[in-house]
């Protein structure tokens, strides 16, 4: 089957990082390649400070493994990247095997859309080790942005309550892809669309769903607002969002006026204003009766001017008259700190042998074993989740569960509450083995994950930390796993 989304190209197979392509090379020579191991991608930290963040770019990342493969000219770039001495760092054989690599891993991940909290696997990749390693880079590239973005985008609609929020980013996002991937994770994020018309024609945006009005430059090309207003007017009367702050606010929604009744003569209707600087508090509230005086209550107040989720929801509580909201710049946020880590390894013909990094920094001490997170829920509402391994399973259904804190047990399951796994398969021997969801189901999804998470645990400021525990066999494995590991080391004897 032919997986493809990504409109702009399909083989990806030097979006890595050279030591994945190194170690692949070790793995080859050892003769390890075929040897399995469990690789998961999670993160440690919710992005600006949140509570959550939402599960984004598993379709872009289905459509890299489905298209994976090295081209003649990939491996020729290969062959002439030199060592220290000037040769090359890859051999011609080991380059020569690349030729017919497939990614014949199997993939399980959480559904795009889906609530994921810090450290629980939210993409697991088990399969021969060499072919699960060097996918690591653009697991990392394809799912954290968009991860980062959909959750910037739930928390900028929750700001804006039931005001509808259209994404404007594509001039600030990061290259044409980059634009892609914010104005998709906006959308499943809950943005109702979209300025980027190349991005909502290959996603399927619907066209109602693309928005624009004008820049001050079509104004300022004219001998007066007015008359770029009445340009626009004649040439597009079914599309009439004027933009009304190049020259004054309140002068600009005189204009929109009049040019609005000269529309309804011609049997067409103002659709609205925009407000671009300035108080956007006060200027919706005047621009509002202004626009209601004059007959055109059905008009819209559009607001843009770098908005973030913390400036809207000042304006909605000092009650601004704005109907819909264009945010771009703060669209844009750092990824999410996802890493790819290797907790299993297996050989041919052997068991599952777990695996642990360890650090001087406790958060980064990763957890061992073939990873699945068990999420409880009820009345409605998300109660915790439990991250076990698939090869041990639960010491005792209703046992003790240890948090991440060390410091905390609680009792699983609580009355009332229905378990659900929440890693899918994907992949299976490479062959895509899910029903593909639409971008609207995957949006549909996330609207309902978010209206599961407590109020609590979404705000913006000092969220209540959701409770995700490690399941009790899991736990005391990965405690015997550090102190042995530490034991056997030099690591209590570090110079300090």
């Not at 080991?94 to 497939?102: A, G, I, M, P, Q």
Request: charged share 20%; hydrophobic share 40%; aromatic share 10%.
């Amino acid at each position: 089957m032919s997986y493809k989304l990504l409109p702009y190209r399909y083989n990806l197979a030097l979006l890595t990082d050279l030591y994945e392509l190194t170690m692949a090379q070790v793995y080859w020579s050892e003769g390890m390649a075929d040897w399995e191991g469990a690789f998961h991608y999670f993160y440690r930290t919710a992005p600006r400070g949140g509570g959550y963040s939402i599960a984004c770019g598993l379709e872009l990342l289905v459509d890299y493994f489905s298209n994976l493969g090295f081209e003649p000219d990939d491996l020729d770039y290969l062959a002439g990247i030199p060592g220290a001495d000037g040769k090359p760092i890859f051999s011609a054989a080991f380059l020569r095997s690349l030729e017919t690599l497939k990614f014949d891993c199997d993939v399980d991940a959480v559904p795009e859309g889906s609530l994921i909290f810090p450290n629980e696997p939210i993409v697991r990749v088990t399969g021969p080790l060499l072919a699960a390693q060097i996918v690591e880079t653009a697991v990392l590239n394809l799912c954290n942005y968009a991860s980062a973005t959909a959750t910037q985008a739930s928390r900028i609609c929750w700001a804006a309550g039931d005001g509808p929020v259209y994404d404007f980013s594509p001039r600030r996002a990061p290259g044409v892809d980059g634009a892609f991937t914010t104005t998709r994770s906006a959308y499943i994020g809950g943005f109702r669309g979209t300025s980027n018309v190349w991005a909502a024609r290959h996603l399927g945006i619907p066209g109602e769903d693309v928005k624009g009005t004008m820049a001050h430059s079509l104004i300022m090309s004219f001998d007066s607002e007015i008359a770029a207003f009445a340009a626009y007017a004649r040439n597009l009367p079914n599309n009439c969002v004027f933009l009304v702050d190049t020259y004054g606010t309140i002068a600009g929604v005189r204009h929109a006026i009049e040019i609005g009744r000269q529309l309804r003569t011609d049997g067409h209707e103002l659709l609205g204003i925009r407000l671009d600087s300035g108080d956007l508090a006060k200027l919706s509230w005047r621009a509002r009766t202004m626009l209601d005086d004059a007959g055109f209550e059905r008009a819209a107040i559009f607001a843009s001017n770098d908005l973030n989720e913390f400036i809207i929801r000042s304006l909605r509580m000092q009650g601004a008259a704005v109907t819909l909201w264009g945010v771009g710049t703060n669209l844009i946020v750092p990824p999410l700190d996802g890493v790819y880590k290797l907790s299993a390894i297996r050989r041919p013909g052997g068991r599952w042998d777990p695996k642990i990094k360890l650090s001087d920094q406790p958060a980064k001490i990763s957890i061992p074993g073939i990873l699945q997170v068990r999420r409880y829920r009820g009345e409605n509402k998300n109660v915790a989740d439990v991250i076990f391994d698939e090869a041990t399973g639960f010491a005792a259904e209703g046992g003790m569960i240890s948090l991440h804190d060390e410091t905390k047990h609680m009792k699983l399951p609580p009355a009332g509450t229905v378990p659900t796994d929440l890693l899918v398969p994907i992949i299976r021997r490479g062959a895509v083995v899910y029903e593909r969801p639409t971008l609207g189901q995957i949006r549909d999804h996330c609207r309902t994950e978010l209206s599961y998470l407590p109020d609590a645990t979404r705000r913006f400021e000092n969220p209540d930390e959701y409770r995700v525990g490690v399941e009790e066999t899991l736990y005391r494995l990965r405690q015997t796993m550090i102190v042995d590991s530490r034991a056997g080391s030099d690591w209590g004897y570090q110079e300090i």
